[in-house]
């Protein structure tokens, strides 16, 4: 029997682009909790079922940023988030800025060169 796992899309509509940032912080934590609480015997009741590890993102328009951001950024969803809201939702420049600024604090740090999402997040699996 194979594993069960997810593929997120996100759609298109820049109006959407803050829904989109919501779902991936959610799913994001929960798989932060899980892992935390993976060797727990019993430590997730009957109503919290596991999620399944996530194996692509993808999306169209506003929701290929978000899937950009959830996949290449797990760790600052919320920053940019918080990042486009206040920059009057400037979408691809708050990207554009973020990827540049993890690519200058990756440069010459062997523990992240060459690191996958999987590396990055416990969601993706």
Do not use: C
Not at 3 to 25: E, I, K, R
Not at 67 to 95: C, K
Request: hydrophobic share 35%.
């Amino acid at each position: 029997m194979s594993q069960m796992f997810w593929t997120v899309s996100f759609s298109g509509a820049g109006h959407l682009l803050p829904y989109h940032l919501g779902v991936a912080t959610a799913l994001l934590r929960r798989a932060q909790q899980q892992q935390r609480l993976a060797g727990e015997p019993q430590s997730l009741s009957n109503t919290q079922k596991r999620l399944p590890p996530v194996h692509a993102v993808a999306g169209s328009s506003s929701g290929a940023i978000a899937a950009t951001v959830m996949a290449s950024l797990p760790h600052r969803v919320e920053e940019y988030s918080d990042r486009f809201l206040q920059d009057r939702g400037h979408a691809f420049r708050n990207l554009q800025q973020m990827l540049d600024e993890q690519k200058m604090n990756n440069h010459g740090n062997d523990e992240t060169e060459g690191s996958t999402v999987n590396d990055l997040h416990p969601l993706f699996g």
